[in-house]
């Protein structure tokens, strides 16, 4: 009797090449090594100054690294402006002793109560100089005349010459003339502050008016829904749409209509039209 035949007598199964075969003699201790990185238990943590790199802002506010406003495209120098105008000048306060001195000849360094003295004055800790805060912001590109940048791009540091004599290279800085460079920049610097204040204003009243027109209809809304619910009972289920209308808003501005008497009513409904004869009020 011949063997019945499947259909696995006619194909072969096919071994994956993927496949690694076992190898029953292997032990655990045969395993390939996997390397595994551990973190240095005693690895310097970064430093203030690396973590202040990666810490990016839109324009730097010492006075010694940031960018010449002229240096700027004309979208960028707008935005700079009203930018700085919002942060004020650059004013680092540290301890007295802790501002260097400028050279070891006149051994004299900066002075932080010079700011009170002078709203306008910037120190730099990078520079260690000084810097005009309205110049930097409104002052042109330097024509190379001598002292033109002192205050803006090169920075200020010969403290022998900031006394108490009208010859203090500060007060020689602002000039006595209104129409000075450095007046100039000032001018227009409590210009743009005082617009932008002024355009800061107007957004608030409005925000401020939306809110209170938002909370008006809101009330006014409830109150009219409150009023459709007792006016719209059962015995009034008929009445039109105008009497519904004129009843709801007499309810509504009740306080108003209290003041209304009855005459201001009689002689309304006879200025509407002709009548045959008038209303008048009897006495009871």
Not at 64 to 90: C, H, M, N, V
Not at 218 to 231: K, P
């Amino acid at each position: 009797m011949k063997r019945k035949k499947t259909i696995d007598s006619f194909f072969k199964p096919i071994v994956s090449s993927s496949r690694v075969p076992e190898n029953p003699n292997a032990t655990n201790d045969q395993a390939t090594p996997i390397d595994v990185q551990v973190p240095e238990q005693n690895a310097t943590p970064p430093s203030e100054a690396q973590q202040a790199r990666n810490v990016t802002t839109a324009f730097e506010r010492d006075p010694g690294k940031r960018t010449q406003i002229w240096q700027l495209s004309p979208t960028e120098q707008d935005e700079a402006i009203r930018f700085y105008i919002s942060e004020g000048p650059y004013q680092p306060k540290f301890e007295p002793d802790e501002y260097p001195y400028n050279d070891a000849i006149h051994r004299r360094r900066f002075c932080r109560n010079w700011y009170a003295d002078f709203w306008w004055l910037e120190y730099s800790p990078h520079t260690k100089r000084a810097y005009c805060f309205p110049c930097f912001l409104f002052s042109k590109k330097p024509i190379g005349k001598a002292g033109s940048d002192a205050f803006t791009v090169k920075g200020f540091q010969n403290w022998k010459k900031v006394h108490s004599s009208d010859k203090c290279a500060f007060l020689t800085h602002m000039g006595q003339d209104p129409s000075s460079a450095h007046n100039y920049s000032v001018q227009c610097y409590n210009n743009l502050k005082n617009r932008i204040a002024h355009i800061d204003q107007v957004v608030l009243k409005q925000k401020e008016k939306r809110v209170a027109d938002a909370r008006l209809r809101l009330t006014t809304t409830e109150r009219a829904f409150s009023a459709m619910n007792l006016a719209k009972t059962l015995p009034h289920n008929k009445m039109g749409d105008d009497f519904l209308r004129s009843y709801m808003i007499i309810y509504i501005e009740k306080e108003l209509a209290a003041k209304i008497t009855s005459e201001d009513i009689i002689n309304s409904y006879d200025l509407v039209g002709s009548r045959r004869g008038k209303f008048k009020l009897i006495d009871t």
